[in-house]
Nanobody, 121 residues
Framework: QLQASGGGLVQAGGSLGLSCVVSGCAFSTYGMGWFRQAPGKEREFVSTIGLTNGNTAYAPSVKGRFTISRDNAQNTVYLQMNSLKPEDTAVYYC????????????????WGQGTQVTVSS
């Protein structure tokens, strides 16, 4: 199971930190991803991390503003979001897949329930 939290309402230029706690599996052997879905749009890739904090990737729209990390001792993946923009408004989902990071949604077989992030202008 994946449980995402940390969403909320923030003004443009502000920051939010998302967390996703994973249970029921060997977290340290799973690649993790963050995706988001804005109203009326398809779900899109945000960021992914492999088994260590040194293996990460970002969508161009968030690179330099968002940081993904993981704590294997806490079975948790994080997404620190800085310099937020109104276009970052979306429901954010965490996802898990065995071993490898990936930007492809179809590569993931476990998904969290989503957490709403709203950025006001």
């Amino acid at each position: 199971q994946l449980q995402a939290s940390g969403g909320g309402l923030v003004q443009a230029g502000g920051s939010l930190g998302l967390s996703c706690v994973v249970s029921g599996c060997a977290f340290s052997t799973y690649g993790m991803g963050w995706f988001r879905q804005a109203p009326g749009k398809e779900r899109e890739f945000v960021s992914t991390i492999g088994l260590t904090n040194g293996n990460t990737a970002y969508a161009p729209s968030v690179k330099g503003r968002f940081t993904i990390s993981r704590d294997n001792a806490q079975n948790t993946v994080y997404l620190q979001m800085n310099s937020l923009k109104p276009e970052d408004t979306a429901v954010y989902y965490c996802a898990a897949r065995r071993y490898y990071a990936s930007s492809r949604q179809d590569d993931y077989n476990s998904w969290g329930q989503g957490t709403q992030v709203t950025v006001s202008s």
